[in-house]
Antibody, heavy 117, light 108 residues
Framework: EVQLVESGGGLVQPGGSLRLSCEAS????????MNWVRQAPGKGLEWVSY????????YYTDSVKGRFTISRDNAKNSLYLQMNSLRAEDTAVYYC??????????WGQGTLVTVSS | SYVLTQPPSVSVAPGQTARITCGRNNIGSKSVHWYQQRPGQAPVLVVY???DRPSGIPERFSGSNSGNTATLTISRVEAGDEADYYC???????????FGTGTKVTVL
C-alpha cells in the first residue's frame, strides 16, 4: 500500500525557518517524481515545488524561489522541503504528492505550517 | 499567469448529473486531471489524462476535454460526492503545475 506521511509543520515567526519531511512507503521511491502542494486556510490548491526521481531536475513556483529548497534522499525514501524567510502568506497545509506522469496519484495527509508572531 | 477557471459552486440533486467545467484558451491541447477533496481530507485523483479513471474510482466519474473547456461529469450523484473539485494541468512553457480555482459541489 502506498503511503506518504508528512511531518515537521508547526508555528514559526515571520522570517523564520522550518523543514518539512515526507516519508514514503509501499513503492520504489526513486522511480517517482515528487512534489509539494500547499493549501492556505479556506483557499484552493497551490503547487509549490517538483523534484525528479533521480534528483536532477527541480522546479519552484515563483513565490518561493530563493526561499524554499526541495530535496530527497532515495536511500531513506524521504522527500524534504526546507523553508526559509517564511512569510504570513506561506501559512498553509503542505502536502507531498507522488507524480507518475504530470498528475498526482497519491497524496499525504498534510502538515500545517503557521507563520505568525 | 496561467489561470484555469472553474465555477465556484455547482448544486445538484441526488441521482442527477453534475458537470464541472475548467476553462482556458486551447485547454484541449493539454492533458487535464481532476481531484476531489472532501472537507478536512487530502485531495484524491478521480480522473487523469482527460478521461481515464484510477482504480477504485467509480464509473460515475468521467471527463472530457475539447477546445477551450474541460469537463468533469459526475453521473447519478450521491451524497458522498459533496466535495471541492479541482482541475490541473502541466504548464510546459513555465515548468509549473497549475490548479484550477476549484468548484464546491453541493448535493441538495
Amino acid at each position: 500500500e502506498v503511503q506518504l506521511v508528512e511531518s515537521g509543520g508547526g508555528l514559526v515567526q515571520p522570517g523564520g525557518s522550518l523543514r518539512l519531511s515526507c516519508e514514503a512507503s509501499g513503492f520504489t521511491f526513486s522511480d517517482y517524481d515528487m512534489n509539494w502542494v500547499r493549501q492556505a486556510p479556506g483557499k484552493g490548491l497551490e503547487w509549490v515545488s517538483y523534484i525528479s526521481g533521480d534528483d536532477t531536475t527541480i522546479y519552484y513556483t515563483d513565490s518561493v524561489k530563493g526561499r524554499f529548497t526541495i530535496s530527497r534522499d532515495n536511500a531513506k525514501n524521504s522527500l524534504y522541503l526546507q523553508m526559509n524567510s517564511l512569510r504570513a502568506e506561506d501559512t498553509a497545509v503542505y502536502y507531498c504528492a507522488r507524480e507518475p506522469d504530470d498528475y498526482f496519484d497519491y497524496w499525504g495527509q498534510g502538515t500545517l505550517v503557521t507563520v505568525s508572531s | 499567469s496561467y489561470v484555469l477557471t472553474q465555477p465556484p459552486s455547482v448544486s445538484v440533486a441526488p441521482g442527477q448529473t453534475a458537470r464541472i467545467t475548467c476553462g482556458r484558451n486551447n485547454i484541449g491541447s493539454k492533458s487535464v486531471h481532476w481531484y476531489q477533496q472532501r472537507p478536512g481530507q487530502a485531495p484524491v485523483l478521480v480522473v487523469y489524462d482527460d478521461g481515464d479513471r484510477p482504480s477504485g474510482i467509480p464509473e460515475r466519474f468521467s471527463g472530457s476535454n475539447s477546445g477551450n473547456t474541460a469537463t468533469l461529469t459526475i453521473s447519478r450523484v450521491e451524497a458522498g460526492d459533496e466535495a471541492d473539485y479541482y482541475c490541473q494541468v502541466w504548464d510546459s512553457n513555465n515548468y509549473h503545475q497549475v490548479f484550477g480555482t476549484g468548484t464546491k459541489v453541493t448535493v441538495l
